[in-house]
T-cell receptor, first 115, second 113 residues
Framework: GDSVTQMEGPVTLSEEAFLTINCTYTATGYPSLFWYVQYPGEGLQLLLKATKADDKGSNKGFEATYRKETTSFHLEKGSVQVSDSAVYFCALSDNSGGGADGLTFGKGTHLIIQP | ETGVTQTPRHLVMGMTNKKSLKCEQHLGHNAMYWYKQSAKKPLELMFVYSLEERVENNSVPSRFSPECPNSSHLFLHLHTLQPEDSALYLC????????????FGSGTRLTVV
């Protein structure tokens, strides 16, 4: 079945550091890939997405590129802020029509940014 | 406000109680989901409703019973829960055929005592 593997945290960085959170996946067909972010006490928010190979999703300074050859969707940000502290989830949907199969999530990576 | 509203935000219940979680969306989506989020574990998909029809998930114990009376509302009825059922229960919605991902509610933090 489908699965998503992401680095487990916590990941602790200083403000303005470069961030990479690795994500790899296994899936049949051509999945859509997502990064979600969860701030303390809240639900998940869509951060960015990519729906086909070589697509780059970007939002709020975060980027991720859909790499089919390495089955990866690593999240990057050039300069993190304290407000980026949260839990980040990589996810895939294996129904290209966005159908009702549900998303498959990684375990989440807790990111802590220190001033 | 994400467009998906869950109530209550927090719930403490005894193992013999019966309670219900409510989810409401006004995004015009036609699919709704229940997820369970426990510490140190990936989010677990519990139930899916597509066009108001349930997609079965056989791994969910029968003490959890979903209900979807219309495309905007989703309930999770709880009875005779166990302490290990304590978790954050998240509702989400999506539009089939649109590659926009899912919109999540803020969740209900459930504690079973």
């Amino acid at each position: 079945g489908d699965s998503v593997t992401q680095m487990e945290g916590p990941v602790t960085l200083s403000e303005e550091a470069f961030l990479t959170i690795n994500c790899t996946y296994t899936a049949t067909g051509y999945p859509s890939l997502f990064w979600y972010v969860q701030y303390p006490g809240e639900g998940l928010q869509l951060l960015l997405k990519a729906t086909k190979a070589d697509d780059k999703g970007s939002n709020k300074g975060f980027e991720a590129t859909y790499r089919k050859e390495t089955t990866s969707f690593h999240l990057e940000k050039g300069s993190v802020q304290v407000s980026d502290s949260a839990v980040y989830f990589c996810a895939l949907s294996d129904n290209s029509g966005g159908g009702a199969d549900g998303l498959t999530f990684g375990k989440g990576t807790h990111l802590i940014i220190q001033p | 406000e994400t467009g998906v509203t869950q109530t209550p935000r927090h719930l403490v219940m005894g193992m013999t109680n019966k309670k219900s979680l409510k989810c409401e969306q006004h995004l015009g989506h036609n699919a709704m989901y229940w997820y369970k989020q426990s510490a140190k574990k990936p989010l677990e998909l519990m139930f899916v409703y597509s066009l108001e029809e349930r997609v079965e998930n056989n791994s969910v114990p029968s003490r959890f019973s979903p209900e979807c009376p219309n495309s905007s509302h989703l309930f999770l009825h709880l009875h005779t829960l166990q302490p290990e059922d304590s978790a954050l229960y998240l509702c989400a919605s999506s539009q089939q055929g649109r590659l926009g991902g899912y919109t999540f509610g803020s969740g209900t933090r459930l504690t079973v005592v």
